[in-house]
């Protein structure tokens, strides 16, 4: 590997994710060969900052004995770390499929099509989220009968981490995919977050199995017959930073508006919180007593703190990153691809969907 300059800093733990053990905890330098570090393709040019952001993120993930690959311009300073150079990018506010068409050789596409070509292990790019789906769909291709991939996103909750999927893939979905979106929901908490048996629930408006629409309700029922899952009925919005289970699932349009929801909701409690703290001369003298509370629960509610999703069912790991990502936030993504390489996400989930649900994909895609 290249030489890579020290950080400023030690990199910070994920505290949520303490049970799952990363690159640098299976093996010393000593006993890892190099051809079994975790290579990440890495869109130098996604998100909506600068690209010494993303290189800063990098920098900071590659302490931890994962190799990045930098995806961007001629001349971008890495640090030390590999780059490819790639001569287009895709902004923000383009059509997500046809920039991945007409841009082949954009910093996004690029980095996909080396997971695809495996040379590299799995991608991760704060760029358009449209795009990141489309260039992952063409490059990397679904697991067999896989009908519909999902994105799995960590977030808090008093009793650790809670996986919800889908946040953002399908606004559209029918009750299969909700119940393929559970096995892989559950199979990514057992691997990734180390749940043992994780209990699964369904996102709808009251727990009982008579509440929600169309949807919901004949998913409830697929899920409720489900072998192998070990599904707890429905769960509400509410109780999910309380801990409502492992694994929440839902279509992609609920989820993203609850995903977004969570975070615009815990973002302006904690600056409200602060501004209150700040306000007075009393306000601050507090402020000091309850700071390494205040650090630890910041720590933990931050969506930096787990740096992306999973966009899982493909053939290849691909992780998408928040678009305001700051390279914290891109180092912990890049550690959540490293953690999915080496606990074999993909070919887990290729061997433990059920069959039957494997069929149910095949039959619906064969009458299209």
């Known amino acids: 590997m290249p030489a890579v300059r020290p950080a400023e800093a030690a990199a910070p733990h994920v505290p949520e994710l303490q049970d799952v053990r990363g690159p640098r905890d299976r093996a010393s330098a000593n006993t890892r060969s190099v051809e079994n570090v975790p290579k990440i393709a890495v869109d130098a040019l996604g998100g909506d900052r600068a690209a010494e952001e993303v290189v800063a993120g990098a920098l900071e993930a590659a302490q931890d004995g994962i190799e990045p690959i930098l995806f961007g311009p001629a001349g971008l300073d890495t640090g030390g770390l590999a780059l490819v150079v790639t001569t287009q990018e895709i902004a923000m506010d383009e059509k997500p499929a046809d920039a991945v068409r007409s841009k082949p050789d954009s910093s996004l596409v690029a980095a996909c099509r080396a997971v695809g070509q ?21 490059e990397l291709r679904r697991l067999s009968g896989v009908a519909r991939p999902a994105i799995a996103v960590v977030i808090p909750s008093q009793t650790g981490p809670t996986v919800l999927i889908d946040a953002g893939a399908n606004a559209d979905a029918r009750p299969e995919h ?68 492992d694994v929440v699932v839902c279509d992609g349009f609920t989820g993203n508006v609850v995903l977004k929801l969570l975070e615009g909701t815990i973002k302006t409690l904690l600056d409200a919180l602060r501004e209150e703290i700040t306000a007075t001369r009393r306000g601050r003298v507090g402020g000091l007593l309850i700071r390494p509370a205040a650090r630890g629960m910041r720590s933990r509610l931050d969506p930096d703190t787990y740096g992306g999703a999973y966009l899982l069912g493909l053939r290849g790991l691909a992780v998408i990153a928040h678009g305001n990502s700051s390279p914290r936030a891109i180092a912990n993504a890049i550690r959540l691809a490293a953690r999915g390489v080496e606990h074999d996400v993909v070919n887990r989930l290729a061997q433990r969907l059920p069959e039957r649900v494997l069929a149910s994909a095949r039959s619906e895609t064969e009458s299209k």
């Not at 749940?195 to 919901?216: A, D, M």
Request: aromatic letters at 4%; proline letters at 2%.
């Open 118 to 138: 495996g040379e590299a292990d799995a991608v991760v790019s704060a760029g358009n989220t449209g795009a990141m789906l489309a260039a992952s769909f063409l």
């Open 178 to 245: 909700l119940l393929q979106f559970a096995h892989m929901g559950a199979v990514f908490a057992e691997e990734v977050l180390g749940k043992r048996n994780p209990e699964v629930r369904l996102l709808s408006i009251g727990e009982e199995p008579e509440k929600g629409n169309q949807l919901t309700l004949e998913a409830h029922a697929l899920l409720a017959e489900a072998d192998g899952l070990n599904f707890g009925g429905n769960t509400e919005s509410r109780d999910l930073l309380l801990g409502a289970a």
